[in-house]
């Protein structure tokens, strides 16, 4: 007797560094508006502190870090900009995350986009890379309360797909995503970004991990583990 496969659950992406490798990108935006304010010396290290952090928590923390009067509004128009600039010009899309979209997208799985980069970055980002085709709906922290750690985008995303929060599997780069999947209630699937801190501890907690990122990454493995998992 054949056993029935289990429906494969809802699917929300996370966007910068999970599906697109566009964290470089941002820290050039960022390292460009600073200069704009005064700040020479923000490098790498510095960026990556705030990786899976939502834009506006990121540029709030650096304004009082760095002692910048402009507010917070003003940085992130100007970050974003300097984003848009660079991110139509270079940003590309992992070839296992595209894959793994394309196959759900055929196979009629829910799936949606929560990102805590702002909506025109999202559509930007989507657009540039082809993704915009299979994941048309996306949610922004600016339109949440909470940035992640906290759940507000990927309950949002949920309820936008009309769908129950604990059917929901979240792929996600960073602890702070990892935090949040986990605060909603949803499975998470973790692949971290290998040019961010490696917290051992908070990515072993994901459902599925691949302690070797993108580069041991496969769509494959995940379509097996959600048939199973």
């Known amino acids: 007797m054949n056993t029935p496969h289990r429906p494969v659950p809802p ?5 910068d560094g999970t599906l ?3 964290e470089p990108n941002y820290y050039e935006a960022g390292r460009r508006l600073l200069a704009r304010y005064g700040v020479r010396d ?3 290290e510095q960026h990556a502190r705030f990786i899976g952090i939502g834009t506006r928590e990121t540029l709030t ?8 009067e402009a507010p917070v509004d003003e940085l992130l128009a100007g970050k974003n900009a300097l984003y848009l600039e660079l991110a139509g010009a270079s ?30 970055a999202i559509a930007a980002t989507l657009a540039v890379t082809g993704l915009d085709v299979y994941l048309p709906l996306y949610v922004s922290a600016e339109e ?4 992640k750690p906290e759940p507000d985008v990927f309950l949002e995303a949920a309820r936008r797909l009309g769908v129950a929060p604990d059917s929901c599997v979240v792929l996600e780069d960073a602890v702070p995503g990892v935090r949040a ?18 917290d051992g501890a908070e990515f072993g907690k994901a459902e599925l991990l691949f302690p070797g990122g993108q580069a041991e990454f496969t769509a494959a493995a995940v379509l097996d583990w959600l048939g199973t998992g």
């Open 61 to 68: 923390a650096l304004r009082e870090e760095y002692g910048i």
């Open 20 to 22: 697109v490798d566009s």
């Open 181 to 198: 999947a986990h605060a909603a209630g949803m499975r998470c699937v973790a692949v971290p970004e290998a040019r961010a801190p490696v």
């Open 91 to 120: 940003t590309t899309a992992f070839p296992e995350m595209r894959a793994l979209v394309v196959r759900l997208y055929g196979d009629g799985v829910p799936m949606a986009v929560a990102s805590g980069s702002s909506r025109a």
């Open 11 to 15: 699917v929300l992406f996370d966007l």
């Open 42 to 44: 923000f490098g790498w």
């Open 144 to 147: 949440v309360a909470h940035g």
